[in-house]
């Protein structure tokens, strides 16, 4: 039995789907019963925890040969991450508990960064986790390629893709979310002692200029991508409702200045393309 948390997202959605076409068996671990419903309707198990709840979290985990772990997100943190903490906790109390056969935890490129930013709550994770007497893998992904959704609607309506990334054609680590569902179909699959981590990336490093040729090439119209300057940052964000963007902002401070980043040599390669994401982001829109 494979036990997944984060179900209703892109990963975990892609994830528990290739786990049943393999015909294995698979326990959605979502917040409500109605969320759960179309995963029981596929021949899930279904079992119902919230990620702060250890005691609903063992109860889901209880029996299960591998468990994947997704965090949810929080892109507006508290100043200590206090969200995460108590998600992180009750995850770890849960599986101590339940002690399932293996755990694939979803990291990121950013998890152990040496500067504090948005993504060192996952490094949080790998280190309370690191800890339990079980086989963990964490899986660290690149900046997902799917994050370009956001700025779909704007290239098409107006020919503009507004960049916090940059320079704008210095190449960083991406990857499309299929490739991390795939590769933790993988390795949920396979049989390890102790921890282990996986760098994963697409197949290349992509620049702001690739994503805006690849959107004008899905549009069928010219795309200019524009760096957002770094003294709007704030602001902007703030206007967007978030009320402590600093930790998003050293975020992306740390693939600009490049103290986020992968070794290109010992990372884990993906093979679907940006033309491949963008064509579906743009069918999706519209």
Known sequence: MFAITGITGQVGSQLAGRLLEAGMPVRAVVRNAAKGEAWRARGCEVALAEMHDAVALTEAFCGATAVFVLLPPVFD?????????????????????????????????????????????????????????????????????????????????????????????????????????ETAAELLQQSWEGQRIVD????????????????????????????????????????????????????LDGFNEGWIAFDAATSRKGCTTLEQVVHKLVGAVG
Request: charged content about 25%; cysteine-free; proline content about 8%.
């Open 77 to 181: 943190p508290s100043p200590h991450f206090d969200e995460t903490r108590r998600h992180i906790a009750a995850l770890a109390e849960a599986l101590s508990a339940a002690r399932p056969g293996r755990v694939v935890a979803l990291s990121t490129i950013g998890a152990r960064a040496a500067e504090p930013n948005l993504l060192s709550k996952l490094g949080g994770m790998e280190e309370v986790l690191g800890r339990l007497n079980l086989p963990v893998t964490f899986l660290r992904a690149a900046w997902f390629i799917e994050n370009l959704a956001w700025d779909v609607a704007l290239a098409r309506d107006t020919g503009r893709m507004a960049s916090f990334l940059q320079p704008l054609d210095r190449p960083v680590a991406m990857v499309a979310t299929t490739d991390v569902a």
């Open 200 to 251: 994963l990336e697409g197949p290349r490093r992509l620049a702001p200029l690739d994503l805006a040729a690849a959107l004008a090439q899905a549009l069928g119209r010219e795309v200019r991508a524009e760096a957002v300057p770094r003294s709007n940052w704030e602001a902007r964000f703030r206007r967007d409702g978030m009320r402590n963007p600093g930790p998003r902002m050293r975020m």
